[in-house]
Nanobody
Framework: QVQLVESGGGLVQAGGSLRLSCAAS????????MGWYRQAPGKQRELVAS???????NYADSVKGRFTISRDNAKRTMYLQMNSLKPEDTAVYYC?????????????WGQGTQVTVSS
């Protein structure tokens, strides 16, 4: 069984910062591409940022220059450093990862962590 657990969400004022973490556990041989998604009330889930196993990164235009994605393969953990937060960043943030467990690779989702940015 594979689990992804997010942490680090919370309430912050506009202009503030938060750091999200996503820890993978379970029967894992390797982790490929990982990503952060978010879903605001009444909106579709959208990609925020992704990072490959080779540390290539990709960002949504709305967060470029403010958010930084990174990963620590030894800890099986991915991070999202969020600076200069805006009220429109308010959403539930989910992590997603492509994980190889010995038989096949599959995509897994975390349960989500709430980020609320007050104006």
């Amino acid at each position: 069984q594979v689990q992804l657990v997010e942490s680090g969400g919370g309430l912050v004022q506009a202009g503030g910062s938060l750091r999200l973490s996503c820890a993978a556990s379970g029967s894992i041989l390797s982790i490929g591409t990982m990503g952060w998604y978010r879903q605001a009330p009444g909106k579709q889930r959208e990609l925020v940022a992704s990072i490959t196993s080779g540390d290539s990164t990709n960002y949504a235009d709305s967060v470029k220059g403010r958010f930084t994605i990174s990963r620590d393969n030894a800890k099986r953990t991915m991070y999202l450093q969020m600076n200069s937060l805006k009220p429109e960043d308010t959403a539930v943030y989910y992590c997603k990862a492509n994980i190889y467990s010995g038989y096949t690779s599959a995509w897994y989702w975390g349960q989500g962590t709430q980020v609320t940015v007050s104006s």
